[in-house]
């Protein structure tokens, strides 16, 4: 199993910052070093045994003295340059990745709409040209893809396509393009569609997310109605690192809370809130109880209110949250596609956001707000969103990478995706801040106030679908209870 994280400002090209900063810390230490040099020269030559030196000897002592104090002085700036050139590297390289990747994205689309329009022509000159122009299309899209898969599936001996990273990087590219393959069919695609990239766009993903949940309610009608219910209220110690806040997501279990709340008092008295979401608890398409379920994936892909997200907006509500009081969000999969939806929406004070293998790429969040999401390499849930947002909002948006397994196979503990369990993420969290990476410790340092003072109170929420007689009322503040 691999601990080697990469980080990055956006986006999917990344560098390896932890060999960038240890190398200029490597820099510091030896710009350090020649000063204590310099230093240990100068007051050589104001020792009395120095001066006691015969005069001759002491001339030629003195010029190499002196030559040696030059060199360690020109070797102490360069170092120092030196290292400042690298770190400001490792924190600004995340532009310059960012455009790469937004001209690479761009390209794709701009391919994809071209064999859209390829396809259109060759359906208007007769069935046989299209069937030669769809094979060769395919053929260019999908049996390198192939190829690689039985190369490596016969070089591990597993079949694992679910779990390859270059075939769900693929996925991620090809359901970022299909937009733009279906407007260049219909010949509607323009040039700002190919360089956005926007999901909004016609026949994007939110297009496509919001028909797939359409379809779902056409077949199931759930209670609109949410219950929410308040337990485990109790004293919390404020969480220590990054790692803890992972450890603190609730497990997404059926019959568990889904949220979980903590209020936190600054010593002048400003209260600041850090709000847990766990990932699908269900996956049926539309659960008679349970609302956190396939059906609120693809609602918050397509950028439609859920039955989750509405009831994660209540129970922070319901938990005293005010106007002007900072939240900090972490959230795994789905439960962190809810809570950046909260972010973008704008009515609460986000101070920050985490993400734990959540489908959330293409989400715009203003670039004031830090952002720090987690994906493993063959965790394919976060491909549901594909590419990632580009502009502004995606440069922001810190992304913190591992590839957990390189070529040994997964643990068989029965999980379908292993890659995608909260403990791993947790792994993550811990290489991430042990990396000190530059993005990494800038998050830290714009969310230090969550960290840092006296222990608060936690409380647990359990949101769920109603059946029967529910109280009409609107929620409000209170220690246990339900709240419509």
Known sequence: MSDQITVSGGGSVAVETP????????????????????????????????????????????????????????ATRTAGATADAVRTAAVQYG?????????????????????????????????????????????????????????????????????????????????SSADDLLRGFLLIETPQEIARNDP????????????????????????????????????????????????????????????????????????????YSSGTVHFAPVHNREPFDMLANLQG????????QTATVRAMHAAGIRPGQPVLLVGHSQGALNLTRVAADGGFDVAGVVTLGGPTGQIA????????????????????????????????????RRRLYDDEAPPSNGVAVPSHETDEYVRTLLDAERSSAAPVAGFQRQTRGFFTGDAGTVSSWQASRATGDVDQRRPRPATSGRFQ
């Open 200 to 275: 909004g766009a016609p026949f994007g993903t939110e297009a496509i997310a919001g028909a797939l949940g359409f379809g779902y309610l056409l077949l199931e009608h759930p209670d609109p109605r949410l219950r929410l219910q308040r337990s485990g209220s109790g004293p919390m110690p404020r969480p220590t690192d990054l790692a803890d806040l992972g450890r603190r997501v609730p497990q997404d279990g059926p019959a568990t809370p889904q949220l979980r709340i903590e209020r936190y008092a600054d010593g002048d008295g400003a209260v600041r809130w850090i709000v």
């Open 95 to 175: 532009a310059v990745e960012h455009l790469v990747v937004t001209i690479l994205d761009s390209t794709t689309a701009g391919v994809a709409s071209i064999f859209g329009g390829a396809l259109r022509l060759a359906a208007a000159a007769g069935p046989l040209p299209l069937a030669v122009t769809a094979g060769a299309e395919l053929q260019l899209t999908l049996l390198p893809l192939l190829q690689q898969t039985i190369a490596h599936t016969l070089t591990t001996g597993r079949f694992e396509p679910q779990l390859d990273p270059m075939l769900l990087a693929e996925a991620q590219r090809d359901i």
């Open 19 to 74: 060999v960038m900063l240890a190398a200029a810390a490597a820099l510091g230490e030896t710009h350090d070093e020649l000063q204590r040099i310099d230093a240990i020269l100068a007051a050589l030559r104001l020792q009395p045994a120095w001066a006691a030196l015969d005069p001759a000897l002491r001339a030629r002592a003195d010029g190499a003295a002196a030559s040696a104090a030059a060199h360690c002085r020109v």
């Open 365 to 400: 969040l203003p670039r004031s707000l830090p952002v720090l999401a987690l994906e493993h390499d063959e965790d394919p849930v976060p491909v549901i969103a594909g590419i990632p947002a580009a502009g502004a909002a995606g440069l922001n948006r810190v992304v913190v």
């Open 301 to 308: 892909v397509a950028d439609e209110p859920s039955a989750a």
